[in-house]
């Protein structure tokens, strides 16, 4: 199994920029997906997430009406759109798979099966 996020970039603030994590050996729609980001000397910590029937969506207040994550099950790939980015959405971010759980759920980090290596979005003020 392996997940391949890409996407990342240096934007300005203000910009969009949208993250890319396909995956192989494995089938998103049976997997809850998640996003999740570590800024330099932080801890990595939740962005949002899909349930794994796909049919609900969960955000960190800090991303709420920003970002938007999405799914195309024909390329068994999930998107993150970030909008109006801002300097402290500096991070490497990272997204993540687990069978059945709830989007809500996948805020738990533990226990999480699949991670993929990260993709670096810096934001300039």
């Known amino acids: 199994v392996q997940l391949q996020a890409s996407g990342g970039g240096l934007v300005q603030a203000g910009d969009s920029l949208r993250l890319s994590c396909a995956a192989s050996g494995l089938t998103f729609s049976n997997y809850a997906v998640g996003w999740f980001r570590q800024a330099p000397g932080k801890e990595r910590g939740f962005v949002a997430a899909?349930?794994?029937?796909?049919?609900?969506?969960y955000y960190a207040d800090t991303v709420k009406g920003r970002f938007t994550i999405s799914r195309d099950n024909a390329k068994n790939t999930v998107y993150l759109q970030m909008n109006s980015l801002k300097p402290e959405d500096t991070a490497v971010y990272y997204c993540?798979?687990?069978?059945?759980?709830?989007?809500?759920?996948?805020?738990?980090?533990?226990?999480?099966?699949?991670w993929g290596k990260g993709t670096l979005v810096t934001v300039s003020s």
């Open positions: 899909f349930s794994w029937s796909g049919g609900s969506t």
């Open positions: 993540a798979a687990e069978r059945g759980r709830t989007a809500q759920a996948m805020t738990q980090q533990k226990g999480i099966d699949y």
